[in-house]
């Protein structure tokens, strides 16, 4: 989105939803990771009340501390509705059809069960910046490596394109945690990765720096890991005291010799009672940053931009990249680097402007409208229909 008063962007919004948020109980659909970074966040950051959860899952019964309600055992008859807001803590793809199924089936309008992005990447950002004058961001990723032990051919950041790569120091990044969480009040997402993150011997104590300080401005915490490296005694136990998720990405069909190694290290995980989401993907998709040249004008670009809204962030030299897939490929292939796909966070002034501004950069604004590797981009994986196939190796880097 186009930039065109920086620092209060926001507030016509702001006064357009005030009025449908007041006095709303809200009723969390989905009582699992989404839903619960929905529910620590208006927790952390508000005065606003969650009543419940929902679920399809017979056997929770409580999460968080509230009621979990079974679906088939709610009338709705029970609830006032126009002061209750449902919001779907689960994907959007999946979320969709929920929130069909749940119009249909209690007779409720649309707008009032709200998509876990609608939510948490417009409406709550929003009250939470002017209601409560707090800084919201849904997710971040902190690199902490460049290396890596797999050459993937359409990695995601190009990592095998990388002339050099670098190993991120210790100090380094606790200093730059510092200045994130100085100027944000809480992340529902936020991730520690690389690269491959076990590849940086400072991964545990930076986990433990991180959770003792900032763990009370986190909803998820977790490392994204390709379970090629076992993780050590030191890393299972900072993980177990500071509550971190392993998220570990399955590419044992495009590298099937490693698949042993890659389902121990799960095992050692979940046997060490880390919660862990081993995500097996059918495909991957490709950005296209090598060869796709789209040609846009600058509206085309902006519509394409507004339409992509990446929600891949990343944090890297002190700086939040919009897009971190676009700036790796810009530094990769050109060499240079698009200062609207970055806000500088070490060096911003604490003040109530900046801070607005903060929140606006995350949600899609700057000073084009658009990011410059537009022109050579697919979209992100929730538009982009040029699959491929998952790890597949480099042969020749």
Not at 62 to 69: I, L
Not at 198 to 225: C, F, H, Q, V
Not at 303 to 312: G, I, K, S
Not at 314 to 322: A, M, S, W
Request: proline share 3%; glycine share 6%; net charge negative.
């Amino acid at each position: 989105m186009y930039w065109t008063n920086p620092g209060d962007e926001l507030s016509e919004k702001y006064h357009r939803i005030k009025s449908f948020y007041q006095d709303k109980e809200i009723i969390i659909y989905g009582a699992g990771m989404m839903g619960g970074r929905i529910d620590d966040a208006i927790k952390a950051l508000t005065s606003m009340n969650v009543r419940e959860f929902w679920d399809r899952n017979p056997q929770k019964r409580e999460y968080k501390g509230k009621q979990v309600r079974h679906l088939e055992e709610i009338a709705f008859t029970q609830y006032d509705v126009d002061h209750v807001l449902l919001v779907i803590g689960l994907p959007d793809e999946i979320g969709q059809e929920v929130r069909d199924n749940l119009v249909a089936r209690f007779g409720i309008k649309q707008c009032y069960c709200k998509l876990y992005t609608e939510f948490v990447m417009h409406d709550f950002p929003i009250i939470a910046l002017y209601e409560y004058d707090k800084v919201f961001l849904d997710s971040i990723s902190m690199i902490i490596t460049e290396h890596c032990t797999l050459k993937c051919e359409k990695c995601a950041i190009m990592l095998p394109f990388f002339k050099e790569t670098s190993q991120y120091p210790k100090e380094k990044l606790m200093q730059e945690a510092d200045a994130l969480f100085d100027k944000v009040d809480f992340i529902g997402n936020y991730t520690v990765t690389g690269g491959e993150p076990l590849l940086n011997r400072a991964l545990p104590e930076l986990l433990a720096y991180i959770g003792e300080n900032y763990r009370d401005k986190i909803g998820s915490y977790k490392i994204i890991t390709n379970g090629t490296i076992e993780p050590s005694a030191e890393l299972i136990e900072i993980m177990q005291k500071y509550h971190v998720a392993a998220e570990i990405s399955d590419y044992t069909n495009g590298v099937p010799q490693l698949k042993e190694k890659i389902e121990s290290a799960v095992e050692t995980y979940r046997k060490n009672n880390i919660q862990t989401y081993f995500l097996s993907a059918a495909r991957w998709v490709d950005f296209g940053f090598e060869d796709v040249q789209n040609n846009y004008t600058i509206e085309q670009a902006r519509a394409f931009f507004d339409y992509c809204h990446t929600r891949c962030r990343g944090y890297v030299d002190g700086k939040i990249r919009y897009c971190i897939n676009a700036f790796f490929a810009e530094r990769t292939l050109y060499g240079t680097e698009d200062i609207n796909n970055m806000l500088d966070v070490v060096n911003m002034e604490n003040t109530e402007k900046s801070r607005r501004k903060l929140v606006e950069f995350d949600l899609g604004y700057n000073e084009k409208g658009f990011l410059l590797m537009c022109q050579h981009c697919n979209g992100t994986v929730e538009i982009n229909q040029h699959f491929i196939e998952v790890g597949k190796q480099c042969q020749n880097r």
